[in-house]
């Protein structure tokens, strides 16, 4: 499409009074802006705390259960001269 | 520890300020031409900019280096796109009879002087559509005014028939 026919779409854009700013504009996003923050920063709290839950979970778990041992041989050797 | 963090609050804000004043009025203009309201009873618009500018104060320390405006400008696109279907209807703005996806290249085209590749990047879109969703809203606009007499006395008609009885 042409300049001109752009220029004017922009001139219509443009046209008619601008819309007001609203004066607590600020105080409400600043205010919205640093709930965010913090729940931001509260959730990343959050999954670093479970997964220091889970490992310790798991360290204990380990401890106790010991499941790395090998399981008990289901052979038994052969016998021989008795 | 404590009173750094106060400061960079203090200071963040301050810097944030300031980007309000440059960038508020023009962002609400972008706002209010997308939800199709007029500039004097934008309450759609007013919740999409203080989304969009609540998100920018979050991200002010992320954003290294990138211009706070476009991040914003960004999330009012994404933030309409969501709630397109919600914002649809016309409110009796000039971008009224265009579709949100229509409305929203428009804006970012002609009034905020967007190049196609960047808005076709943020709406994921090929540039093709782009220019063709363009061309549309452009070509409905520009007939929208040189037939905007002639739909005001129809609608004055329809409003006559509706009164009477």
């Given at each position: 499409m042409?300049?001109?026919?752009e220029n004017?779409?922009?001139?219509?854009?443009?046209a008619?009074a601008?819309?007001?700013?609203?004066?607590?504009?600020l105080?409400?996003?600043v205010?919205?802006?640093?709930?965010?923050?913090?729940?931001?920063?509260?959730?990343r709290?959050?999954?670093?705390?479970?997964?220091?839950?889970g490992?310790?979970?798991?360290?204990v778990?380990a401890?106790?259960?010991?499941?790395?041992?090998?399981?008990?041989?289901?052979?038994?050797?052969?016998l021989h001269?008795? | 520890?404590?009173?750094r963090?106060a400061?960079?609050?203090?200071?963040?804000t301050?810097?944030?300020?300031?980007f309000?004043a440059?960038?508020?009025?023009?962002?609400?203009?972008?706002?209010t031409?997308?939800?199709?309201?007029?500039?004097e009873?934008n309450?759609?618009?007013r919740?999409?900019?203080?989304a969009?500018l609540?998100?920018?104060?979050a991200?002010?320390?992320?954003?290294?280096?990138?211009?706070?405006y476009?991040?914003a400008?960004?999330q009012?696109?994404?933030?309409?796109?969501?709630?397109?279907?919600?914002?649809?209807?016309?409110?009796?703005?000039?971008?009224?009879?265009l579709?949100?996806q229509?409305?929203?290249?428009?804006?970012?085209?002609?009034h905020e002087?967007?190049?196609?590749?960047?808005?076709?990047a943020?709406?994921g879109?090929?540039?093709?559509?782009?220019?063709?969703?363009?061309?549309?809203?452009?070509?409905?606009?520009?007939?929208?005014?040189?037939?905007?007499l002639?739909?005001?006395?129809?609608?004055?008609?329809?409003?006559?028939a509706?009164?009477?009885?």
């Amino acid at each position: 499409m042409s300049d001109r026919k752009e220029n004017e779409v922009r001139r219509l854009l443009g046209a008619g009074a601008a819309p007001q700013v609203p004066a607590d504009l600020l105080d409400d996003v600043v205010r919205r802006g640093t709930r965010l923050l913090r729940r931001r920063v509260l959730a990343r709290r959050l999954v670093w705390w479970l997964a220091l839950a889970g490992f310790l979970a798991f360290v204990v778990w380990a401890a106790v259960a010991d499941p790395f041992a090998p399981p008990p041989s289901e052979v038994t050797p052969p016998l021989h001269g008795w | 520890m404590r009173e750094r963090q106060a400061y960079q609050v203090v200071r963040r804000t301050r810097e944030f300020e300031s980007f309000v004043a440059g960038a508020a009025g023009r962002l609400l203009h972008a706002a209010t031409l997308l939800t199709a309201e007029p500039a004097e009873d934008n309450p759609r618009a007013r919740r999409l900019l203080s989304a969009a500018l609540a998100r920018t104060y979050a991200a002010w320390n992320r954003l290294h280096g990138e211009d706070p405006y476009t991040f914003a400008r960004q999330q009012l696109a994404y933030r309409f796109l969501m709630m397109s279907w919600r914002l649809r209807e016309d409110r009796g703005g000039v971008l009224g009879p265009l579709s949100p996806q229509e409305r929203l290249v428009l804006v970012l085209r002609v009034h905020e002087g967007v190049a196609e590749e960047q808005t076709a990047a943020l709406l994921g879109l090929p540039m093709e559509r782009v220019r063709t969703l363009c061309f549309r809203a452009m070509s409905i606009v520009l007939a929208g005014r040189s037939d905007a007499l002639r739909l005001t006395s129809a609608e004055t008609l329809r409003g006559v028939a509706r009164v009477r009885p």
